[in-house]
């Protein structure tokens, strides 16, 4: 059987296949240079490119979990402007055509980097990364109105509303009403769970509520690192 002609055209970008290493997930240069010959890729995609330099997060960022594995790099970057003038340089051995993934904090960045790649004949396509959360600064303008419902509504509506009922419950209502409840039910709660059930509706859910709501609020808070 002869080969397949596995040819695409990507967005006027042709590639020999249509085979391409995730952004971030594959590394060219320092440890997978000699275990895969590069030149058979459709593309090669670059770790994705903040406008300006940023350090990411510090160490640990990646971690063995079981079954897989967690990361938090933080997309490190030296900036489009060093990157195209240094790191660039190094993908034209390859063989493969270039995708540049793009990211930033604001649309502002990405027309910016678009801008100073254009007319760069070694960038084959511009990838933008809108969506990478462990920066925390992707999701706000990629998401639709309907995320920010969700996030509205499990961030903050849920835990306050556990908080507020379960203060309600604990210091107003009075945890027998739910004893009472659970007898009609014709179950029967002890003396014992019926001390702890009042000591945590009491005390420990509204504290608990309290840190995670908190936690949540301050989280929409972030202000992004440039
Ligand atoms: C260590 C690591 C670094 C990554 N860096 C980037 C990145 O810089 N830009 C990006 O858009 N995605 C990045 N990703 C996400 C990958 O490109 C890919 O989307 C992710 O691993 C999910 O791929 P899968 O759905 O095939 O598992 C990174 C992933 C890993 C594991």
Not at 11 to 27: C, H, R
Not at 194 to 220: H, Q, R, S, T
Request: proline share 7%; with cysteine; glycine share 10%.
């Amino acid at each position: 059987m002869g080969a397949c002609d596995l040819r695409i055209n990507l967005g006027g970008m042709e590639m020999k296949n249509p085979v391409m290493p995730a952004s971030g997930a594959y590394d060219y240069f320092e440890h997978n240079a000699d275990v895969f010959p590069m030149d058979r890729l459709g593309a090669v995609m670059v770790k994705s490119v903040h406008r300006h330099p940023r350090e990411g997060n510090s160490a640990p960022r990646i971690t063995e979990v079981l079954g897989g594995m967690i990361n938090a790099v933080g997309i490190p970057s030296v900036g489009i402007e060093a990157f195209m003038a240094q790191e660039l340089p190094r993908f034209d051995a390859i063989g493969a055509p270039v995708v540049l993934s793009l990211s930033g904090h604001a649309p502002e960045h990405y027309y910016e980097s678009a801008e100073i790649v254009a007319d760069d004949q070694r960038v084959g396509a511009i990838e933008l990364n809108l969506s990478c959360p462990n920066v925390g600064t992707g999701l706000p303008f990629s998401a639709t109105w309907l995320d920010f419902m969700d996030s509205i509504s499990e961030g903050v509506a849920m835990p306050l509303g556990a908080l507020l009922m379960s203060v309600w419950i604990g210091w107003f209502v009075g945890p027998k009403l739910i004893r009472d409840e659970v007898d009609l039910e014709g179950h029967k709660m002890s003396g014992s769970l019926y001390g702890f059930f009042n000591f945590c509706i009491k005390f420990i859910v509204p504290v608990a509520m309290a840190f995670i709501l908190y936690g949540m609020v301050a989280d929409f808070m972030i202000i992004p690192k440039p």
